[in-house]
């Protein structure tokens, strides 16, 4: 970062990506659903590094409700109180496609699978015109998609067009056993045990109204 200085206070906007997390946070402790509270980790990891928390933001795919009731309710109770806390709230339907493959016995099945579509890009594009604008030094990202290395890569190149001092970091779940999948490439790790994780569950269980 050459000689610019660091500032007295480093603001920081924290970017969910929901499914990454809910499924890093499935394969790292086991948790069936996702139970986390992305208010109190947002305020946890800012914390940890002495940083201001002056934005949240929440990406996430979301079924339809003929294609599955269940998780259509789960995640309009959850992004709808996180709406009403101060938490920006990204959402879009699900695109689903049909896969055949083989099924347990070997004869050949199809399967209804859903795919996120533009979630990553809109946070892609989040990050780097909230870092355009100024409005933060630092962006503290919960996802391990390397399609937002480029983002970060962006971030970097403002840092040295404005001068400003800036960092990307990525946060994460690491397993007991110290299994992660890798983080962000060109962002600073932030490891999140299961003490941290344990710590920042949602109080609230969207599962039922």
């Given at each position: 970062m050459g000689n610019?200085?660091?500032p007295a206070v480093l603001r920081a906007h924290v970017f969910f990506d929901?499914?990454?997390l809910f499924k890093t946070t499935k394969a790292a402790f086991g948790y069936t659903f996702p139970n986390y509270d992305p208010i109190a980790l947002a305020h946890h990891v800012c914390n940890l590094r002495s940083l201001q928390c002056d934005g949240i933001h929440f990406y996430t795919g979301v079924h339809r409700p003929t294609e599955n009731k269940f998780w259509y309710d789960f995640w309009s109770r959850k992004l709808g109180v996180l709406g009403t806390r101060g938490v920006e709230v990204f959402s879009r339907p699900?695109?689903?496609?049909?896969?055949?493959?083989?099924?347990?016995?070997?004869?050949?099945?199809?399967?209804?699978v859903p795919r996120e579509k533009g979630v990553d890009i809109r946070m892609a594009l989040d990050i780097v015109r909230l870092a355009r604008s100024g409005d933060y030094e630092v962006a503290v990202?919960?996802?391990q998609d390397q399609d937002l290395s480029e983002a970060v890569k962006e971030i970097h190149r403002i840092r040295a067009e404005q001068g400003r001092w800036m960092k990307a970091y990525c946060a994460f779940p690491v397993a007991p056993s110290g299994r992660h999948r890798p983080s962000i490439n060109g962002a600073a790790p932030?490891?999140?045990?299961?003490?941290?994780?344990?710590?920042?569950i949602d109080p609230l269980d969207y599962r039922t109204p």
């Open positions: 610019v200085s660091i929901g499914q990454n699900l695109a689903y496609c049909d896969e055949t493959g083989p099924g347990p016995n070997g004869q050949l099945v199809t399967v209804r990202i919960f996802s932030i490891k999140i045990t299961k003490s941290d994780y344990d710590a920042c």
